[in-house]
């Protein structure tokens, strides 16, 4: 068990309603990632942290924004859903040796209708 | 762009038996590091196995094996005496000099009795 727990896990929202996904970990990791799954592209990286106040972008930022401002959280913002931000997100940690092996939560799934 | 392939979408495989399931990837950083995860259709992520770039022998985990071909950028994950628990959908990443992960399509795995 890596200690992370994602809050919700389940959510249906509406166009243009603004979300925020958490993800909490216990382990006091340093690095911590969002990533977001969709049938045909495996798993995509969203934005990232490297510490406190510390992040950067992945992949596919655009319509998202993260903030950390404990090294226990990372929450994960849209500020207007839309329909293609249905998707499954995973919070992921990177453990402690250097192989940047991560560890993930159990997933939030989120439907914008 | 897309730095992970995995080209079957779809495999199956009689219990028992054995299978690979394919992987390329694209690179130009010396230092890198591939992983394969395991996501049953509960959804979570689970890691199997890893393999650094500069890695003489190929890693093995229990009924794991990563098929490291480093000239072909290839690393195929050989899963040996299939059983049924190892029907899951399959993610092979790659780890880049940043330590951020990129993830390929995924390959579902379905074991027949």
């Known amino acids: 068990d890596a200690g992370i727990t994602q809050s919700p896990r389940h959510k249906v929202t509406e166009t243009g309603t603004p979300v925020t996904l958490r993800c909490h970990q216990t382990?006091?990791?340093?690095?911590m990632y969002w990533y977001r799954q969709d049938p045909g592209h495996g798993l995509r990286l969203i934005h990232y942290?490297?510490?406190?106040?510390?992040?950067d972008k992945g992949e596919v930022s655009d319509g998202y924004s993260v903030s950390r401002s404990k090294t226990e959280d990372f929450l994960l913002t849209l500020e207007s859903a839309t329909s293609s931000q249905t998707s499954v997100y995973f919070c992921?940690?990177?453990?402690?040796?250097?192989?940047?092996?991560?560890?993930f939560g159990e997933g939030s799934r989120l439907t914008v209708l | 762009a897309q730095k992970i392939t995995q080209t079957q979408p779809g495999m199956f495989v009689q219990e028992k038996e054995a299978v690979t399931l394919d992987c390329t990837y694209d690179?130009?950083?010396?230092?890198?590091?591939l992983f394969w995860y395991k996501q049953p259709s509960s959804g979570e992520m689970i890691f199997l196995i890893y393999?650094?770039?500069?890695?003489?022998q190929n890693a093995t985990e229990g009924r794991y094996s990563l098929n490291f071909q480093k000239a072909r950028k290839s690393a195929n994950l050989v899963i040996s005496a299939s059983q049924l628990g190892d029907s899951a959908m399959y993610f092979c990443?790659?780890?880049?000099?940043?330590?951020?992960?990129?993830f390929g399509a995924g390959t579902t795995v379905t074991v027949r009795a």
């Open positions: 992921a940690i990177r453990g402690p040796t250097n192989t940047g092996e991560l560890f």
């Open positions: 382990e006091n990791h340093r690095y």
């Open positions: 942290s490297y510490g406190v106040k510390d992040t």
């Open positions: 690179t130009s950083d010396p230092s890198y590091g």
């Open positions: 393999q650094g770039s500069y890695d003489q």
């Open positions: 990443a790659m780890r880049d000099d940043d330590y951020k992960l990129s």
